[in-house]
């Protein structure tokens, strides 16, 4: 499997975050290529010393790598890329890799 992990920094207006997120980014990015399952956080995002800095945490899973570069490179993948300008005003780090289980 290969997965993408969006960590969403805390945005200047959480509740348009979450409207924005829920009703336009969640729609169109569960129609990229290839896409496996789509996950998110629900509540505060926490580290074992306490808050995370984190508003959301998404996590997508695609069955290889390559699917899931060509789904982001696809005309979906570009549009839902583009789409973070739209709501992630905290800004957004974004991680691909290859998992197994252990």
């Known amino acids: 499997m290969a997965t ?3 960590l969403y920094n ?3 207006d959480p509740g348009a975050f979450d409207d924005y997120y829920a009703s336009r980014h969640v729609p169109l ?3 990229l290529p ?3 399952s789509y996950d998110v956080s ?3 995002v926490m580290t074992p010393a306490g808050p995370a800095p984190y508003h ?3 996590v997508l899973k695609f069955d290889t790598m390559g699917d899931l570069q060509a789904s982001l490179a696809s005309p979906v993948g570009v549009a839902v890329v583009h789409d973070l300008a739209n709501f992630a005003t905290g800004g957004v ?3 691909l890799f290859d998992d197994k289980p252990v």
């Open 93 to 95: 780090s974004v991680l």
């Open 42 to 44: 629900t509540g505060p």
């Open 4 to 6: 993408a992990i969006a």
């Open 56 to 58: 959301l945490v998404a």
């Open 34 to 36: 290839g896409l496996r």
């Open 10 to 12: 805390t945005p200047k």
């Open 29 to 31: 990015a569960k129609t």
